[in-house]
């Protein structure tokens, strides 16, 4: 869809005779150069670049962007689009062996307009739940589209398999891992509270930028009822290849829900103590 934008900007403005309209595919343009001319301090614009991300340094044509600073703005704007809107594949799940249950939310549209039925497993995802998954362990881990599937399709095949691997060689229970669809963060709740996990693990499509489209976050909660709050829940964030990278994130994981099995609790009360 970013590709198709450019296009569409592209060829609006060539009919405007503003630019050569063509059917070559259209490159997403590089933002990383220093578009001002003559700055005052140029290194320290370069080095500030060089520490974030954010759009800086790309100056403007009159008040408005430049176009290739508008056409990386719609590219990434479109992919924030695609990651939110677009389904976790069934070939992925396959591939990593993860079966699929659904939220109350029927479609994306719900999903979205009324955040609470992501937070709560259909009366069918309940039953397969308690059908295919063994009560009782040490460590839930469930999978979650939340708002970026592909977070998930891009950071999980590095993140699970370690993570399942070193919990195994700590000697740690763990349950079947299993992906649940239009899934919001509370949804872990209810499923520690059918199985009666001491721990639940989620791993969750961040809410999309123009940065990324690409992060994960994981959220740990020991032995959640019908009264947890958000400050009971552990999170570490920004889980993708400019952030904290997907293997390195596995392993961090597996010591933290070790230190939420020797604890007891998990969030504030874990780190008050």
Request: aromatic share 4%; proline share 5%.
């Amino acid at each position: 869809e970013a590709e198709q934008v450019c296009k569409e900007v592209v060829k609006a403005a060539g009919e405007s005779g503003a630019v050569c309209c063509t059917d070559a595919p259209i490159e997403v343009p590089d933002i990383s150069g220093v578009w001002v001319p003559n700055p005052v301090n140029l290194d320290a614009i370069k080095a500030m670049k060089e520490t974030t991300p954010a759009r800086i340094g790309l100056y403007r044509a009159g008040a408005r962007p430049k176009t290739d600073a508008f056409l990386k703005f719609l590219a990434d704007h479109a992919q924030a689009m695609d990651a939110v809107f677009m389904d976790v594949s069934d070939e992925f799940l396959a591939k990593m062996n993860l079966f699929s249950v659904q939220s109350e939310a029927k479609d994306k549209d719900e999903f979205l307009k009324k955040p609470h039925l992501g937070r709560k497993l259909s009366e069918e995802g309940r039953k397969t739940v308690l059908e295919k998954c063994q009560k009782n362990v040490q460590v839930q881990i469930i999978v979650v589209d939340g708002l970026s599937s592909s977070a998930i399709e891009a950071n999980v095949p590095d993140v699970l398999p370690v993570l399942m691997q070193g919990l195994a060689a700590a000697g740690i229970k763990v349950g079947t891992p299993f992906f649940v669809k239009n899934g919001r963060v509370g949804v872990q709740d209810e499923v520690g509270m059918l199985l009666n996990a001491d721990v639940v693990l989620s791993l969750i499509g961040e809410r999309p930028g123009l940065v990324t489209a690409d992060s994960m976050s994981a959220y740990m909660i020991y032995k959640p009822n019908e009264n947890t709050v958000e400050a009971d829940r552990t999170m570490i964030s920004n889980i993708h290849k400019g952030g904290t990278p997907p293997a390195e994130a596995g392993a961090l994981l597996v010591d933290i829900v070790k230190q939420i099995l020797a604890a007891k609790c998990s969030g504030m009360k874990l780190s008050l103590q």
